[in-house]
């Protein structure tokens, strides 16, 4: 990135990050500023392409919700409790 560049990015960035917060503050709480932080990562690494959007804040919104966003642990019930016949005892933990 040019110095230029560098200068525009720092500037939006300091504009950017409260605005970021505040959005991001309902939906992932304390991680509002996690995510502020990944989004503006993410403007800094893809300069170019963030600063021609027409609503970067709000592409950055959506780029600090994904980053955040929690992740579920997939799981399977125990064979005894749905009544599977015997299994290979090696098989549940497996698929998880």
């Given at each position: 990135m ?27 709480g ?7 932080a990944e ?11 963030v ?14 919700q ?5 992740r ?21 933990p497996?698929?998880?």
């Open positions: 040019s110095e230029r560049g560098t200068i525009e990015c720092d500037a939006f960035a300091h504009d950017a990050r409260p605005r970021l917060v505040r959005a991001l503050a309902p939906v992932r304390e991680d509002a500023v996690d995510g502020a989004a503006l990562a993410y403007a800094w690494e893809h300069w170019e392409r600063s021609s959007m027409a609503n970067p804040v709000g592409y950055l919104y959506r780029v600090g994904s980053r955040t966003r929690r579920r642990t997939p799981s399977l019930p125990a064979p005894e409790a749905i009544g599977l016949p015997d299994v290979e005892p090696a098989l549940i497996a698929l998880l």
